[in-house]
C-alpha cells in the first residue's frame, strides 16, 4: 500500500498545473541564483586581481621600501558567490602596516550600494524564503483537500492504513518535490563550468552539503505544513496557519533573536571603543611630551648626527608607546570581542527556533561565509601582518611603522635615477579559507537540528494524521 | 422483487447490531439501530438530514467508533477488524471527486489496486467504464473535466471492479440528472442480481421504491419504519416518509405496527 500511494502521490504532483507553475518559477530562480553567482564570482576574481595589481605597480613604483604602502585584500571564492553570508558586508581592504591594529574597509556595498537594499538572491535565499513559500503552496491541502474533495474517505473505505497512507503521502511529496528541484540544481551546478567557475574537491563536498541542508529545510517545511493540513479540515486554514509560521520562521524569529540578544548583552559600540583607544594614545603622548622637549644631543654634534640620534630617539619612544597600545588595545578589544561574541551566542541559540536561521547558519558555515570569515579574514591578516613586520624590519631596520615616521634622504649627485624596489619580494598574503573538514565540525550543530527538525515534523506529521478524522 | 439466488442468503453480509453513537457534544445520532442486509439484496436507508443515515456507514468504514454495538461486514466486526472487513465492502459516495489531476483510468486503476485488485488489465477497466455508461472518449481525460454524473460512473466502475460481496452508497443518486439516476438504478439492480448486498442512504424515495428490497425510515437515529419491496405496493412512500419526519403518525402506531424487529 505504502508503495501504490507513494506513487500514487508523485504521480499526482508531477501532473498538476501547481507543479509545472512551480517548478518553472523554481528552476529559473535556482539557475538564475547560480548563474548570477558565477557572474559575480568572475567579475569579483577580476577585481581583486585588478586590485591586486594596483597594489603591486603602487609598492613597485616605490624606491625605498620605507615608503611603501601595501593592503591585502580579501580574495573572492566561489562559494561566497553561491551563499554570501556576510562576505558582502565585511570590510575586504586593509592597509597592513607593520604594527598597529589593522582595520578593513571597503564592503562590497561600497562598490555597490544598491544591493545593500535588495540583498542578493543566493542559494540561501532561494531555499530560506522561496523554497519554503513553495512548500507551503505545494502541501497546505496535501489531507484536507483530499477530505474536501471526498478521496480520503474513498482511500479509507479500502483496506489501507493510516500510517502506510501518510508515510507514503510525505515519501512520495518529499521525493516528488525533490527531483523537481535536484534537477535545477544539478543545471546550475554544470553552468558553474561551463562559466569557467572552477571549484575543488573540498568546494564541491561542502557545496553537496549545502544543497543537502537546502533540501532538508525544504522537507521539514513540507512535512510540517503537511502535519498542519493533518490537524485542520479547511484548506483555507491551513494556508493561513502555514504562511503565519513561515513569517515568524523566515521574517520574524532571526531578527527578533538579534534584537532581543542586543537589550540581554549590551556591547559598547565601535565608536565608543575607538574613542577610548583614541584617548589612551594621546595620554600617552602627552606623557611622552616632555621627554621629547628635554631631549638634546651633545654639544659639537654634526646637524646629521643630531637627526640621526633625535630619530632614533623617536623610535624608541613610538616603540615603547606602541607597545603599551598594544597591550592596552589588546585589553580592550578582547573585552569587547568577549562581549559581542557572547550577544552573537546569545542570538544565535534564540534564532535557532527558527528552522531558517538553521538553514543560515548551516549554510553559510558550510559556504564559509558565516560570521567567523570576519574572525578568520582579520586571523590571516594578523599572521600576515607579522610576517610582513619581519620582512619590513629586514628591509628598513623598523617594522612597517604607524605614525611618526622620519625619512632621511641625502642628494645624490651621480645624476642617475635611484633604483625601485623589486615587488615580487613582497611575502604574499594566503588567506585561511574554509576546508570541508573545518566546514563540517562547524556546521555540525545545525545540520544536526535540520535533521532534527525533519524527525520533529514528520513524526508529528504522521502522528497527526493517525487520529485525523477522516469524515 | 426476488433474488436471483436463494441459495446464497445465508448470512448477512452488511449487519448493524444494537448500533448507538453519541457525539461528543450529546448529540444522538444513532439510537439503538438493527439492520441486516443479505446477499442480493437492497437495503434503502430514508431520512432527514442528521438521521444518522451517514452516521451509519460511517461506522461500517470505520470512520468513527459506535458508542455501543457492533456494525459487521461479512461476519467480521468493522470496528474491531477494520482492515479486514474494508476487504469485503466497496464505497460510493454522494459526491465522488478522485483525484482531479489523474485520468479517469488513472483513477481507477488507483483505486482499484488500492481495493486489493492488482491483476486487472486495462481492458477490464474499460468494460466496468463501458457498464457504467461512460463513453470511451472519456477514458484518459482528465477527472476535472468531468460533469458530476460522469465521476459518479467512475466511482460506480471503481466500486465493481472491487468485486465486493458487499457495497455502501451514500446518496449516490443526488444531484444525478433523471437519466444517469434512472441509469443508476438500473446498475445497482444489476449488482444486487449478482448477489451483492447493498446498503443505500437517500433522499430519493422515488427510486428506494423502484429498486430496494428494503426501505428503512431514519429519524434521530432510529429506524422508526421498515417495509419490504412488497409491502410498499400500493402504499404511498412520499406520504409515510414526510409522515415520519414530521412527527404526525403516533409514535405507538408507528413503532407497534410499522417497524419490523429485525432481530
Redesign the interface.
Known sequence: ?FK??FI?EL??IL???RFTISFAVCSLLIILSFFMGAQNYLSGQAQYEAAKQENYNQIAANTEWMSVNHSIMLPPQPLMALVTGISNDIGRDIEVRGRGELSAQNTRFNDEPIFAIFRFMDLEFIFGVILSLFAIIFAYDAINGEKV???L?????????RASFIGGKLAGSFVGLSVALIIPLLIGCALLSVLGVNLSGDEWLRLGLILVSGLAYFGLFLALTIGISAMTNKPSISFLIGLVVWIFAVLITPRASVLISGRMVEVPNVDEITSEKNRYRFQLFADDRPKMADFSAPEGTEPQQVMQEFSKFMNELSEERAKKTEIFEEKVNEQYINKRRQQERLALSLSRISPTSVLSLATTELAGTSLDLQNRYMDSAQDYQQVYNDFMTEKTGTGGMTGFRMIISTDDDSGEEPETIDASELPEFQFQTATFTSASKESILDLGLLILFNLVFFGGAFFAFLKY??? | METTNDTIKQAPLLEARNLTKVYEDGVKALDNLNIKVMPGEIFAMLGGNGAGKTTTI?IF????QPTSGNAFINGIDSNLEP??A??N???V?E????????TAM?NID??V????KSNYKRSDYENALIRVGLQSEAFDKKLRDFSKGMRQKC?IA?AIL?NAPAI?LDEPTSGLDPKAGKEFTKLIGELRDEGKAILMSTHDIFRAKEVSDHVGILNNGELVAQRTHAELKGVNLEQLYVEYMAGYMDEQESSGVLVNDLN
Open positions: 500500500m501504490l500511494i500514487k504521480k499526482e501532473q498538476s498545473s474533495n471526498g478521496t474517505k474513498l482511500c479509507f473505505s479500502n483496506s489501507v492504513s478524522d477522516l469524515r | 460511517n468504514l470505520d470512520f468513527i482492515l479486514e474494508k476487504k465492502v466497496a464505497f459516495s459526491n465522488v471527486q478522485l483525484y482531479p489531476n489523474f488513472q488507483f483505486f489496486r488500492l481495493g486489493g466511482g471503481i472491487k455502501l
